[in-house]
């Protein structure tokens, strides 16, 4: 399972402090079924805690995801600014999807070279 953020989601967790661990956690329960919302069109939205608080007061996360193959954080936001995206925020969201998530390895290669997505280790690797 390979995960990524993209560049927006990399400064937004950077500005918030949310740690890869974090965000690695929100797939792990994914992965076994504890989706929090499935947006369809191969969106899901994922809650991620606050540093030093739990899951229900932090942050709300779109990400665009393959079971077992594939994770790419595309958009994050604090509940405490806002409830929920807006219905017509989701086709935005799927077009996004679509470009975050490529389907070649090479796309995958020039997404990451160029800084557009940013792989988050797997913990297993280190």
């Keep these: 399972m390979r995960t990524f953020k993209t560049r ?11 740690a890869d661990k974090s965000l690695r ?16 069109g191969g969106l899901i939205k994922q809650r991620v805690a606050r540093q030093g608080k739990g899951r ?4 709300r996360m779109i990400v665009a995801y393959r ?7 595309l958009y ?14 989701l086709p935005f969201l799927r077009g996004a ?11 995958t290669r020039e997404a990451l070279e160029d800084g557009a997505l940013q792989e988050i280790d ?4 280190n």
């Design 8 to 18: 927006w989601l990399a400064r937004f967790a950077r500005r918030e402090r949310i």
């Design 25 to 40: 956690e929100a797939i792990e329960r994914a992965e076994r079924g504890m989706i929090d919302a499935d947006l369809g």
């Design 56 to 59: 229900s007061g932090g942050y």
């Design 67 to 73: 079971v077992k193959r594939r994770a790419v954080f």
């Design 76 to 89: 994050g936001f604090a509940k405490s600014e806002r409830e929920n995206i807006d219905p017509d925020e």
């Design 97 to 107: 999807r679509s470009d975050g998530l490529p389907r070649m390895p090479q796309k």
């Design 122 to 125: 797997n913990d297993q690797q």
